[in-house]
């Protein structure tokens, strides 16, 4: 924070003198501290700290040790498969080892969701009592629940608000921050996303809240359906992920280009009554 | 002519004195930050003192504008309900809903469409004094395309037919330098809201890169916060309040902060006080200093980083005077904007803020205010700070809020 003198205005103080370039002045687009890519990560900067487990039961067989600090993936599953549900397991894991985590969720209540958790015996709602469970609601505005935000939730108004989806997640970042160096996220799902905007305007919106994500020590998923999108869109999307997990409808998992080199390049998943496990 | 205020302390000046009827400002925001507490501030303000208001809405449904403007303390219902306060509903067609708003467009990924319905809004008030809230030129370039731009013009012609000032939305997404310069080229003003930003956003403060009307291009960046309720107010994140032993320092910042805290020691203070103030559109973070020689070693500590200080005095005990030059040495806080907080002015025996100039040689640019309690705590409560003046606080704030504006 520094005081200096404003231009034109002898005796008077501003606040700050923002720090750009002449010709950035002129330009807001040209502001380097604001421009989406100045804090994209970068293969240097992820990977210097120890990997993020999983935690799911047997997965480290498959998956190695787990996935750096700033990694997003890209979790594609056919539509009977609940991906959501594999993501909350991994978001559960992490409170469990007191890890933040945050929720993105554009396809279903977090009131919904804590429920479904329940079942598999995750209790969400102790990660929201330490502080440690955040969501953004994109979901239960527009299904005209009668919602308002809350210190866990922030719900914002659907899948077009691409800003108030942002700025929901910046505002868990911040206060991450202040508590951990990582913090696991889920963002259920891009195909939602891809219903009411077009690719072109996800992409922007992806390229803007990656590099946020992998900044700011974000490790976690982008859910997609399978065949759902044209082949197109699928290439673009891995391409901007830092790798993909396949999950299958015999729950086959298989993992792609992962950040870190794989012991296999797939494996078989139950799902229990406590949660995922490899059985093979 | 009539002008359009913020509300918001220094954006008003450097719009000199506010938005202007038939131009276009932009709040040009980068992604993570928010702007519509920018737009809701604006047209509250105008809104209630009876000018009329169109809402163009084409992230959210009008619904969802109402309840996030009720959320920073504001009631737009009311002037919805007596028509001052109109929504266009651009946002239910995207999604192929149903609205239930007066001026509702289906066809809302034809540009022209909102043109038409703008138009109709107006004809309606074309004799008030109004404004158009565009939420958001963002949405109109990812769900109309980037040729929609070109309708912005037809947009500008109406705004000067109808007298009607313009303030548009705009998230920085990556976009085409073209499109972006376009935007430029297309708005009268814009205010940049950007953030200092390292592994997250760490700050967040607006700045103008364009006012066509007085040509100002300003490099300053003013630090903001959203409060809630409340909405933007200018940020000041240090000021010091320091001072010689008893001249009531935990009582200012007390008597000023809500939820203010202090470390202290049977009733003194022995590490800092902490304080938060909400007032006349700004948000101040108050630290106050212990005043006992022994903890001058970590004035300048407590000092660093401040952007004003507030040195408060006993005006009926001259002899400490010199110890509170001394500790505004030590608290490197010499030179900083400041103001003298004359406290006990109504105790007997107490100095004039002539005399305390006087004795205390300073510079008649630095303002001393009369402060008094209107309460003192018993002896036998002791440790409770004294509840000072709320007026003579008030006094002190705006002096150096002047000051280091």
């Not at chain 1, 404003?6 to 604001?34: D, L, R």
């Not at chain 2, 289906?106 to 074309?126: C, S, V, Y």
């Amino acid at each position: 924070m520094m005081v200096e003198e404003t231009t034109g205005a002898p005796g008077a103080v501003g606040i700050t003198q923002e720090p750009v370039a002449p010709e950035a002045a002129e330009s807001p687009a040209g502001a380097p501290q604001s421009s989406p890519d100045a804090t994209e990560g970068t293969p240097e900067t992820q990977g210097t700290a120890k990997p993020i487990p999983l935690n799911i039961e047997g997965i480290e067989n498959i998956i190695g040790e787990g996935f750096p600090i700033g990694s997003c993936v890209l979790l594609i599953t056919p539509p009977m498969i609940e991906a959501n549900l594999f993501c909350m397991e991994f978001i559960y894991r992490g409170i469990l080892n007191k890890e933040p985590g945050m929720i993105i969720t554009m396809d279903h209540s977090p009131e919904d969701m804590k429920i479904k958790a329940l079942k598999y015996g995750w209790n969400m709602s102790r990660g929201e009592q330490a502080k440690i469970l955040k969501w953004v609601d994109g979901y239960s505005i527009n299904a005209n629940k009668d919602v308002k935000s809350t210190d866990t939730i922030k719900r914002i108004s659907g899948s077009i608000a691409l800003s108030d989806l942002t700025i929901g997640m910046s505002q868990i970042q911040r206060e991450y921050h202040q508590v951990s160096d990582h913090y696991r996220f889920i963002f259920d799902s891009l195909s939602t996303l891809f219903i009411y905007n077009d690719a072109t305007t996800i992409y922007r919106f992806l390229r803007v809240i990656v590099s946020k994500l992998r900044a700011s020590g974000g490790v976690g998923f982008f859910t997609l359906g399978e065949k759902m999108h044209d082949q197109q869109i699928e290439m673009t999307l891995r391409h901007m992920m830092d790798g993909t997990i396949e999950l299958t409808d015999d729950l086959t998992l298989k993992a792609q280009s992962l950040p870190l080199p794989t012991p296999r390049k797939e494996g078989k998943l139950e799902l229990t009554s406590r949660g995922f496990k490899v059985v093979g | 002519m009539e002008l359009y205020k913020t509300s918001i302390p220094k954006l008003d000046e450097f719009l000199d004195g506010g938005i202007r009827p038939k131009t276009i400002t932009v709040f040009w925001a980068t992604p993570g930050i928010e702007n519509t507490p920018f737009a809701y501030q604006l047209m509250m303000e105008s809104l209630e003192r009876g000018d009329y208001c169109v809402y163009i809405t084409q992230s959210k449904k009008s619904s969802t504008v109402e309840k996030e403007i009720e959320h920073y303390g504001w009631n737009a219902t009311q002037y919805r309900k007596v028509g001052t306060l109109k929504f266009i509903d651009a946002y239910s067609g995207l999604i192929n809903a149903d609205s239930a708003d007066e001026f509702y467009i289906k066809d809302a990924r034809n540009p022209k469409a909102i043109t038409e319905m703008l138009e109709k809004a107006l004809e309606g008030i074309a004799d008030k004094n109004k404004i158009v809230i565009f939420d958001s030129l963002s949405t109109l370039i990812d769900h109309c395309g980037e040729e929609s731009l070109e309708e912005l013009s037809k947009w500008k012609k109406l705004f000067e037919k109808y007298n009607a000032a313009g303030v548009f939305l705009f998230i920085e997404w990556p976009y085409d330098s073209k499109v972006l310069n376009k935007i430029k080229l297309m708005a009268d003003a814009i205010v940049c809201l950007k953030a200092i930003e390292e592994k997250v956003i760490l700050r967040e403060y607006f700045t103008i890169s364009k006012v066509a009307w007085n040509g100002k291009n300003e490099g300053v960046g003013i630090p903001f916060k959203i409060s809630v309720p409340g909405g933007v107010k200018v940020y000041i994140p240090k000021l010091l309040v320091t001072g010689p032993y008893n001249a009531g320092k935990s009582s200012f910042v007390h008597s000023a902060s809500t939820g203010a805290v202090s470390v202290d020691r049977l009733g003194t203070t022995i590490a800092l006080d902490h304080g938060h103030v909400d007032y006349a559109g700004f948000s101040v973070d108050l630290f106050g200093t212990p005043g006992q020689e022994r903890f001058d070693p970590i004035l300048g500590l407590l000092g660093g980083e401040a952007l004003g200080v507030i040195v408060v005095i006993d005006s009926a005990d001259p002899d400490s005077f010199v110890r509170a030059k001394e500790m505004m040495e030590r608290s490197k806080s010499v030179g900083l904007p400041c103001v003298v907080a004359a406290n006990k002015a109504n105790v007997k025996g107490s100095l004039s803020p002539e005399d305390i100039r006087k004795k205390m040689r300073l510079p008649k640019d630095i303002p001393i205010i009369p402060v008094s309690a209107d309460s003192v705590p018993s002896k036998e409560k002791g440790k409770e700070p004294a509840k000072l003046n709320e007026e003579d606080l008030h006094n002190v704030f705006d002096v150096l809020f002047k000051t280091l504006m």
